[in-house]
T-cell receptor
């Protein structure tokens, strides 16, 4: 069975600080996909990134970066120079590569950026 | 691209009534859509997988007769909560899957807040 653990329930940082959201996953599949979604107070889930299990290159997109470490089954997300608009709940998710690719979500991390 | 809409965004109904929620992929076709339920401050729980032209696949513990899903076209899936009760009050979110082989990604709708009185 697949499992995603986001140990940090809530994080608060002062604006402009960097913050890292942790994600640890479990799967028996050799091919799988990892995702991060952002859920602002409005409720809509916003897609941030998709990473397949064969691609361990770290990725940077503006102030966002992701560190995929297969050896530790982790897919951590870092926001650099945080802004108030980054305040949201962030979900890490895992899917397999077969069948209907159902997503298994972590419990989410509520990030609050303090002005 | 990859925009998914849901209607209505909020609904309040009396206990015993049925409520229909629509999920539409606006700029792409989706053979597969998913329905999730989210309780306050909790994660998303997959309820069912909706496949165009065939019966939905429900997750364990989800009542098929209570949560009717119809995926009538490549851009529309509906979830009907039949004989709703207060415990059905929740945030319901749909997603539609797009992307070529090996690149499938789920894009989510804005969600529907259901309150059953």
């Amino acid at each position: 069975a697949q499992k995603v653990t986001q140990a940090q329930t809530e994080i608060s940082v002062v604006e402009k600080e960097d913050v890292t959201l942790d994600c640890v996953y479990e799967t028996r599949d050799t091919t799988y996909y990892l995702f991060w979604y952002k859920q602002p107070p409005s409720g809509e889930l916003v897609f941030l990134i998709r990473r397949n299990s064969f691609d361990e290159q770290n990725e940077i997109s503006g102030r966002y970066s992701w560190n995929f470490q297969k050896s530790t089954s982790s897919f951590n997300f870092t926001i650099t120079a945080s802004q108030v608009v980054d305040s949201a709940v962030y979900f890490c998710a895992l899917s397999d590569s077969f069948g209907n690719e159902k997503l298994t979500f972590g419990t989410g991390t509520r990030l609050t950026i303090i002005p | 691209g990859a925009v998914v809409s849901q209607h209505p965004s909020r609904v309040i109904c009396k206990s015993g009534t049925s409520v229909k929620i629509e999920c539409r992929s606006l700029d792409f076709q989706a053979t597969t859509m998913f329905w999730y339920r989210q309780f306050p401050k909790q994660s998303l729980m997959l309820m069912a997988t909706s496949n165009e032209g065939s019966k939905a696949t429900y997750e364990q513990g989800v009542e098929k007769d209570k949560f009717l899903i119809n995926h009538a076209s490549l851009t529309l899936s509906t979830l009907t909560v039949t004989s709703a009760h207060p415990e059905d009050s929740s945030f319901y979110i749909c997603s539609a899957r797009t992307g070529g082989p090996g690149k499938e990604t789920q894009y989510f709708g804005p969600g529907t807040r259901l309150l059953v009185l």
